[in-house]
């Protein structure tokens, strides 16, 4: 069994940052494509950022481009998420997916429990 633990989120100010880490358990890590995805309420989840099982190529939401930043450590087993330039729209829970597909997608196999990003204007 999978389980991948969030941390990280928390309330910042428009124009600060945050980065947030998702620690995933057992040694199939480098099996999976890691992602971010965010929901906030009355809106379905949306991908956020995504990252290959190598870590060679990363993908993202038009709306994080040039702010947010992913990264893996597959010695760590953790993926991580670095957003700067926040803004009140960002808020929202932030979720980390592990996908045994090649990019990860709202269909991922496994998922944290979410940690909730706060921007305040």
């Known amino acids: 069994q999978v389980q991948l633990v969030e941390s990280g989120g928390g309330l910042v100010q428009a124009g600060g940052s945050l980065r947030l880490s998702c620690a995933v358990s057992?040694?199939?890590?480098?099996?999976?494509?890691m992602g971010w995805f965010r929901q906030s309420p009355g809106k379905l989840r949306e991908f956020v950022a995504g990252?290959?099982?190598?870590?060679?190529?990363?993908y993202y939401a038009d709306s994080v481009k040039g702010r947010f930043t992913i990264s893996r450590d597959n010695a760590k087993n953790t993926v991580y998420l670095q957003m700067s330039s926040l803004k009140p729209e960002d808020t929202a829970v932030y979720y980390c997916?592990?996908?045994?597909?090649?990019?990860?997608?709202?269909?991922?196999?496994?998922w944290g429990q979410g940690t909730q990003v706060t921007v305040s204007s």
């Open positions: 057992g040694r199939t890590f480098r099996r999976y494509a």
């Open positions: 990252i290959r099982r190598g870590g060679t190529s990363t």
């Open positions: 997916a592990a996908d045994n597909a090649e990019v990860p997608t709202t269909h991922a196999d496994y």
